[in-house]
């Protein structure tokens, strides 16, 4: 079975560009998460998405966005890039929605802004 | 004050030794609570989930203290494999859903 599908892999964009990232869950899971993690830190949670509507954000400025797709797929959308948006995003999949959920991860993205 | 502090290590042991991790939280409305490792350059995955009552899993043993709002990982009988970031997990639902990790706690188990 097919894990959690995040493209592209890598991606370099310059300050004030927008960027769209993908993500696929796991077959048969209906919660997608997004996350961004910092060298050397833990994931910060962005955003929760179940069946298409947003079930919880993180501390992240507008600039950040993202929606849920009919088939469970994601996107996270980032405008106008700053420096500090570079990044590994990780996107993670849930069979629902609730604390009690187990996360399954993607490998990530990994965002570079110059 | 971070929601979900994690004790900053690194910690280094020899293979077959006893590491124990330290996790607090600030938010009393926390509902549920992980552990996940975190491999160099790659994704988290589960390690286990934290119950009140305690649970184990072969080496490891997790526990959660709730009135005092502190979560402990130990790992017995440390082998080389066991090197990752170990980073500690709580997830709540005020106002919305909200997923909290902590920084992680990077182990080094050597030969």
């Known amino acids: 079975d097919a894990g959690v599908t995040q493209s592209p892999t890598h991606l370099i964009k310059t300050r004030g560009q927008h960027v769209t990232l993908r993500c696929s869950p796991i077959?048969?899971?209906?919660?997608v998460s997004w996350y961004q993690q910092v060298l050397g830190q833990g994931p910060q949670f962005i955003f929760q998405y179940y069946e298409k509507e947003e079930r919880g954000r993180g501390n992240f400025p507008d600039r950040f966005s993202a929606r849920q797709f009919p088939n469970y797929s994601s996107e996270l959308n980032v405008n106008a890039l700053l420096l500090g948006d570079s990044a590994l995003y990780l996107c993670?999949?849930?069979?629902?929605?609730?604390?009690?959920?187990?996360?399954?991860f993607g490998s990530g993205t990994q965002l570079s802004v110059l | 004050r971070k929601e979900v502090e994690q004790d900053p290590g690194p910690f280094n042991v020899p293979e077959g030794a006893t590491v124990a991790f330290n996790c607090t939280y600030s938010n009393s409305a926390s509902q549920s609570f992980f552990w996940y490792r975190q491999d160099c350059r790659k994704e988290p995955k589960l390690l286990m989930s934290?119950?009140?009552s305690g649970n184990e899993d072969g080496r490891f043993t997790a526990q959660l203290n709730r009135a005092s709002q502190y979560i402990s990982l130990l790992i017995r009988d440390s082998k080389l494999s066991d090197s990752a970031t170990y980073l500690c997990?709580?997830?709540?639902?005020?106002?919305?859903?909200?997923?909290?990790f902590g920084a992680g706690t990077r182990l080094f188990v050597k030969a």
């Open positions: 077959s048969g899971h209906k919660s």
């Open positions: 993670a999949s849930s069979l629902t929605t609730g604390t009690n959920e187990k996360l399954f």
């Open positions: 997990v709580v997830n709540m639902e005020t106002g919305g859903f909200k997923t909290i």
């Open positions: 934290v119950y009140s």
